[in-house]
């Protein structure tokens, strides 16, 4: 009726009998503005599916420096990013109804009325016309928003990146694959919904056959952050990361410095990472900033080695999910990537028993989703490759979801029943075409049974859950894999490997050291490697392609039945490690909490600044499954806020016990069930009680799977001993003054790299070496040599503390009784002098240990640098700088802002913070007006504070964090023993 509208608004039409409803549908902005913005910045959204729109939002947005861009792109040093997507929905523009019917092949105007919720016809009819919307106004948005800001990005030489997620109207892969460097993101100390983007960045670059995978990497919520990060409690997520295809960090954030002297200084508002010229350890990251740099090198080399491809489908909004609810789950020791509709249509084929993706990565099984919808050209485009020998695993579709498809319904269902046959996911599971095979209800592990594809990595560890993850690429003819896992203790892992005829070697990013696995073992077709990784530990594991070499495949002590190491897998327990330990019982366990936790279960969906509950001491496995109906297993979280209590009968955590308390460095937490009643010690005092369980209780030790959806603590923590009785408070208080045991102490026997492949023999006695040619190895090293005192301790001047004090013994800063010292932020010196009686034999090597540091170590001996240390275990071989008689040693410790922040509370306020902005969703306080010296880049007026900064995160009761040398130091001798043949 549109033509009988008048300009005024009258509608002249002559209605036939009956009742009729008139809809007038016109549309408009949706009323979205963008954020956040700087100050005259702000104004409507851009309509995303408009090539014009985003010509005019381009230029408007980088027009004023594009000249500047241009020069800098030339240098590869330029790009634009579309963020994450935030802004919800949209679903009109105004060529909306000629891009509708040029891309879903017919008119639309008759149909108009379900926009407004009303059926056209039928439901069937209906919800098929609103899928072809939804697919177009994705597609409109794939290459009018994200397609056209790349086109605009390299008409001006710079690099288009998105972060090609969060809820938009489109389909994550599509857009992903419209720029050059998809991303991802992940935050500091937290868990969360955003972690299932890395999987997605990396799977657009992989189809793309692009090395770079980029991600906003370490960003920090304010309850984690805050000054609390330094690069070893960045260490394990950022790993963890890495083996989802991270491949290059895009650090969030580097907050501009204007002022000369000032610290800390500026902030980007409440976030972090305090990744700043100003943080006490910017200058002192250069070790891990090699480390991540060695690590992003070699993976971005080659091609990734996956063996699974997961359809995301054809529906649109379409998310990528989580790789640990992909459905059916991925089986333990392979890999995957997505695939979207798109790009099977128009890059995959299949030969030579490979999923090919053009320009991409290969593969071996396609997976679709459990959908039961397919429309016609995939349907086309499946029957094509499984006849020429794909195998698909998925269930039948039962219809096409697209109204465009109605008019071949007779070639729908010839094509869908020649690709599934009689099967019906049940009785009958298999059906062949060609030289294809399609399953639908057989588990993915037994189809890549049948293919002759082990898994390609397999691990075991001594402590039975430890959580190791893995990627692999191939480069050349090379196999690369990187492994790594993410709990902060010691453990002593066998990896298998999908990979025989090759020579393992191990190479380490965080000392650049390559060197030939001194110890493994080939059989079954597979190559088993042992490696002891220290907290948070990585490895490079390469297979080159050269003949093996002989090696070392077990070690015993002289009278020991079994070998203290070996390339044999650990025998794994049972489940229900913990079945003879209920309702009464103890937990002692020593930690370190890096930054607050989250404490207990989200109350709501969606992104959250807290995310999901995570920092586990240990964590509770699923009591009923394990122990029978009416049992439950206790978790515990920690972190410098407090302490929680888990328990977790079924599915679900529930917070039973909450005990919020400021924990300050090293701390002993005490968990006491006493006839199914929790209560929490801390530091020997009791803190919390709390209510009888309606289960019978377990603890949840040595049972923190990941596939069991475990996380892990984010600081330092010894293992856990269970006591099968309740301690009573002056036992645990002795414990307590025992203090806690070495964090990370030699092993008995390790496998070492320098100076050569071989063995490092800390303990005395007799040992057998098999494998190689028989051989004995008799180890008789010098006792330790404590560096005992005492010792000065030096500060730099204008930080509040004294030039220097003395310690007769070794004790962590922020418990030291001067407040200039206890409160002290920055860099320490320490020197104590010790003698050394023993002559090393040409076969000995001489360690230092530093024992417990925060955060940063920087050594010399005799005036000779000995290294720098950012990670555990602070070591170092030191054999060449030991001299005979008096020694020097200097350490140079960094610790965080925290202590002087918190001390400067302590002080009368310079500046005035408040609630405003961000501040008032509780991320702490905003200055209120900058001061004019700052302004004026003038030095900060005497006042008795250190410290300035434009975000106020702590107050003057708030918990300190270690701080220090904490030690023991102590020199420690090893026998080393070479690998025949390849010293």
Same mark, same amino acid.
């Given at each position: 009726l549109t033509?009988? +509208?008048?300009?005024?608004?009258?509608?002249? #039409?002559?209605?036939?009998a009956?009742?009729?409803t008139?809809?007038r549908i016109?549309?408009?902005?949706?009323?979205?503005?963008?954020?956040p913005?700087p100050?005259?910045?702000?104004?409507?959204e851009?309509?995303?599916?408009?090539a014009?729109a985003?010509?005019?939002?381009f230029?408007?947005?980088f027009?004023?420096?594009?000249?500047d861009?241009?020069?800098?792109?030339r240098?590869?040093?330029?790009?634009?990013?579309?963020d994450?997507y935030?802004?919800?929905?949209?679903?009109w523009?105004d060529r909306f !109804?000629e891009d509708?019917?040029?891309?879903?092949g017919?008119d639309?105007l008759r149909?108009?009325?379900?926009?407004?919720?009303?059926?056209?016809?039928?439901?069937e009819t209906t919800?098929?016309?609103l899928w072809?919307?939804?697919r177009v106004q994705a597609d409109l948005? !794939?290459?009018n928003y994200?397609?056209?800001?790349?086109?605009?990005?390299?008409?001006?030489g710079?690099?288009s990146y /998105?972060e090609?997620y969060?809820g938009?109207?489109?389909?994550e892969?599509?857009?992903g694959?419209?720029v050059?460097i998809p991303?991802g993101?992940?935050w500091?100390?937290r868990?969360g919904?955003?972690d299932?983007?890395?999987k997605l960045?990396?799977?657009v670059?992989?189809?793309k056959?692009h090395?770079v995978?980029?991600?906003?990497s370490?960003?920090?919520?304010? *309850?984690?952050?805050?000054?609390q990060?330094?690069?070893?409690?960045?260490?394990?997520?950022?790993?963890w990361m890495f083996?989802?295809?991270?491949? %290059?960090?895009?650090?969030?954030?580097y907050a501009h410095q204007p002022h000369?002297?000032?610290l800390?200084? +500026?902030t *980007?508002?409440?976030w972090?990472?305090?990744f700043d010229?100003t943080?006490?350890?910017?200058?002192k990251?250069?070790?891990w900033?090699d480390?991540?740099?060695?690590?992003q090198?070699?993976?971005?080399q080659?091609q990734p080695a996956a063996?699974l491809?997961?359809f995301?489908?054809?529906d649109a909004?379409?998310?990528?999910?989580?790789p640990?609810?992909?459905?059916?789950p991925l089986?333990?020791g392979y890999?995957?990537?997505?695939?979207?509709?798109e /790009?099977?249509l128009?890059?995959?084929?299949?030969?030579q028993? $490979?999923i090919?993706?053009e320009g991409?990565?290969?593969?071996?099984?396609l997976?679709l989703?459990?959908r $039961?919808? +397919?429309?016609?050209r995939?349907?086309?485009?499946?029957?094509?490759?499984?006849r020429?020998g794909?195998?698909?695993?998925g269930p039948r579709p039962e219809?096409s979801p697209?109204l465009?498809?109605?008019?071949f319904e007779?070639?729908?269902k010839?094509? !869908?029943e020649?690709?599934w046959?009689?099967?019906n996911?049940?009785?009958v599971?298999?059906?062949t %075409?060609?030289?294809?095979?399609v399953f639908?209800g057989?588990?993915?592990?037994?189809?890549?049974?049948r293919m002759?594809?082990?898994?390609?990595f397999?691990?075991?560890s001594?402590s039975g859950?430890?959580?190791?993850?893995?990627?692999h690429?191939?480069v050349?003819?090379d196999?690369v894999?990187f492994?790594a896992?993410?709990r902060?203790?010691p453990?002593d892992?066998?990896?298998s490997?999908r990979? @025989?005829?090759?020579r393992?070697?191990?190479?380490?990013a965080?000392s650049?050291?390559?060197?030939p696995?001194p110890?493994?073992?080939?059989?079954n077709?597979r190559?088993f490697l042992p490696l002891?990784?220290?907290p948070a530990?990585?490895?490079?594991?390469?297979?080159?392609?050269?003949?093996p070499?002989r090696?070392?495949?077990a070690?015993?002590r002289?009278?020991a039945?079994a070998?203290v190491?070996?390339?044999?897998?650990?025998p794994q327990p049972a489940?229900?490690r913990?079945?003879?330990?209920?309702?009464?019982f103890?937990?002692?366990?020593?930690?370190?909490p890096?930054?607050?936790?989250?404490?207990?279960?989200?109350?709501?969906?969606g #992104?959250?600044?807290a995310?999901? %509950?995570h920092?586990f001491l240990f964590?509770?496995p699923?009591g009923e499954?394990?122990?029978?109906q009416?049992?439950?297993?206790?978790?515990l979280?920690?972190?410098?806020?407090?302490?929680? @209590?888990?328990?977790r009968?079924g599915?679900?955590?529930?917070?039973v016990?909450?005990a919020e308390?400021g924990l300050?460095? #090293?701390?002993?937490?005490a968990?006491?069930?006493?006839?199914?009643?929790?209560?929490v010690?801390i530091?020997?005092?009791?803190?919390?009680r709390?209510?009888?369980?309606?289960?019978?209780v377990?603890?949840? &030790?040595?049972?923190?799977f990941?596939?069991?959806?475990a996380?892990?603590?984010?600081?330092?923590?010894?293992?856990?001993?269970v006591?099968p009785?309740a301690l009573?408070?002056?036992?645990i208080?002795?414990?307590?003054q025992q203090g806690p045991?070495r964090?990370?102490?030699?092993? !008995? &026997?390790e496998?070492a %790299?320098?100076p050569?492949?071989?063995?490092?023999?800390?303990?005395?006695?007799r040992?057998? &070496?098999?494998?190689?040619?028989?051989?004995?190895i008799?180890a008789a090293?010098p006792?330790?040599v404590e560096?005992?005192?005492p010792w000065t301790v030096?500060f730099?001047?204008?930080?509040?503390?004294p030039?220097?004090i003395?310690?007769d013994r070794?004790i962590?800063?922020h418990?030291h009784?001067d407040?200039?010292?206890?409160?002290?932020?920055?860099t320490?010196r320490?020197?104590?002098?010790?003698a #050394?009686?023993?002559?090393?034999k040409?076969s000995?090597r001489?360690?230092?240990?530093l024992g417990?540091?925060?955060v940063i170590?920087?050594?010399?001996?005799?005036?000779?640098?000995?290294g720098?240390?950012w990670k555990?275990?602070?070591r170092?071989d030191?054999?060449?700088l030991?001299?005979?008689?008096?020694n020097r040693?200097e350490?140079?410790?960094?610790?965080l802002?925290?202590?002087r922040?918190i001390?400067?509370e302590?002080?009368p306020?310079?500046?005035?913070y408040?609630a405003?902005? *961000?501040?008032r969703?509780g991320f702490?306080?905003a200055?209120?007006?900058?001061?004019d010296?700052?302004v004026?880049g003038?030095?900060k007026?005497?006042?008795?504070r250190?410290?300035?900064?434009?975000?106020?995160?702590w107050?003057?009761?708030?918990p300190?964090t270690?701080?220090g040398l904490i030690?023991?130091?102590?020199?420690? &001798?090893?026998?080393?023993?070479p690998l025949?043949g390849?010293?």
């Open positions: 033509s009988r +509208m008048r300009p005024d608004g009258t509608l002249e #039409w002559d209605a036939p009956g009742t009729w008139v809809l016109g549309y408009t902005t949706t009323a979205r503005t963008n954020h913005a100050d005259g910045g702000a104004g409507l851009c309509d995303k599916y408009s014009a985003m010509d005019h939002h230029q408007g947005f027009g004023p420096i594009l000249k861009l241009e020069r800098l792109g240098r590869g040093l330029a790009g634009g990013l579309i994450s935030e802004v919800g929905m949209q679903n523009t !109804a509708f019917r040029s891309r879903a017919y639309l149909y108009l009325p379900a926009f407004t919720g009303r059926i056209v016809g039928s439901v919800e098929r016309f072809d919307v939804r948005m !794939a290459d994200y397609g056209r800001f790349s086109e605009l990005c390299h008409r001006h710079i690099k /998105t090609p969060d938009g109207p489109f389909d892969v599509q857009i694959m419209r050059d991303m993101e992940f500091f100390a868990r919904e955003l299932r983007s890395m960045a990396s799977s670059a992989h189809l056959g090395s995978v980029g991600a906003e370490f960003t920090g919520a304010p *309850m984690f952050s805050r000054w990060e330094h690069p070893y409690a960045l260490k394990a997520q950022g790993d083996t989802h295809g991270l491949t %290059l960090c895009i650090f969030h954030r000369p002297s000032v800390p200084g +500026m *980007m508002g409440p972090g990472f305090h010229r943080n006490t350890w910017f200058e990251a250069g070790p900033i480390y991540l740099s060695r690590c090198y070699l993976l971005q080659g063996d491809l997961y995301t489908g054809e909004p379409v998310d990528t999910p989580a640990e609810a992909l459905n059916p089986p333990s890999d995957f990537d997505f695939l979207n509709a /790009t099977l128009g890059r995959v084929s299949f030969s028993g $490979r090919h993706v991409g990565a290969e593969y071996r099984l997976v989703p459990e $039961r919808t +397919m429309t016609l995939v349907l086309r485009k499946l029957h094509e490759l499984v020429a794909m195998w698909l695993s219809r697209s465009a498809d109605s008019a007779a070639e729908w010839k094509l !869908a020649e690709l046959g009689r099967t996911g049940s009785t599971r298999e059906n %075409l060609g030289q294809g095979r639908w057989l588990p993915l592990a037994e189809i890549l049974s002759g594809l082990p898994p390609d397999e691990c075991t001594r859950d430890a959580p190791v993850n893995f990627i690429r191939r050349g003819d196999d894999y492994v896992c993410r902060r203790q453990e892992i066998v990896a490997f990979v @025989v005829g090759k393992p070697e191990i190479w380490l965080d650049a050291v390559m060197a696995a110890v493994f073992e080939v059989r077709g190559t002891q990784l220290d530990g990585s490895a490079f594991v390469v297979f080159r392609n050269q003949p070499h090696a070392v495949n070690v015993t002289d009278g039945a070998p190491l070996a390339a044999a897998p650990f489940p229900g913990q079945a003879k330990t209920a309702g009464t103890t937990v002692s366990i020593w930690c370190k890096d930054s607050f936790a989250t404490l207990t279960p989200p109350r709501t969906s #992104w959250s600044p995310g999901d %509950l920092s964590y509770p699923a499954k394990l122990y029978g009416g049992h439950a297993a206790c978790g979280v920690a972190g410098r806020n407090g302490v929680s @209590v888990i328990e009968a599915a679900a955590l529930e917070a016990l909450v308390a300050s460095g #090293w701390t002993h937490i968990l006491v069930y006493q006839d199914n009643t929790p209560s010690y530091d020997g005092r009791l803190v919390s709390g209510q009888r369980s309606r289960f019978t377990h603890p949840g &030790v040595g049972e923190s990941q596939s069991d959806g996380g892990y603590f984010e600081g330092d923590q010894c293992a856990p001993e006591v009785k009573s408070e002056a036992e208080a002795a414990m307590v045991p964090f990370t102490p030699h092993r !008995a &026997v496998i %790299l320098l050569g492949p071989g063995l490092l023999v800390w303990e005395p006695g040992w057998r &070496v098999q494998g190689v040619q028989a051989a004995e008799q090293p006792p330790a560096v005992a005192g030096s730099p001047p204008g930080l509040g503390a030039a220097s003395r310690l070794l962590p800063l418990r009784s407040p200039g010292v206890r409160y002290f932020s920055g320490a320490y020197e104590a002098e010790f #050394w009686n023993h002559e090393l040409s000995q001489a360690c230092l240990d417990r540091v925060a170590a920087q050594v010399s001996l005799n005036g000779q640098p000995a720098q240390f555990p275990p602070f170092a030191v054999t060449s030991l001299r005979r008689g008096a040693l350490v140079q410790v960094t610790n802002w925290v202590n922040l001390g400067d302590q002080l306020p310079e500046a005035e408040g405003g902005g *961000m501040a969703a702490g306080n200055i209120q007006k900058l001061p010296w700052f004026k003038q030095p007026p005497p006042g008795g250190v410290t300035f900064t434009t975000w106020k995160h107050d003057a009761n708030s300190l270690e701080a030690g023991p130091v102590r020199i420690e &001798v090893a026998e080393f023993w025949p390849l010293s």
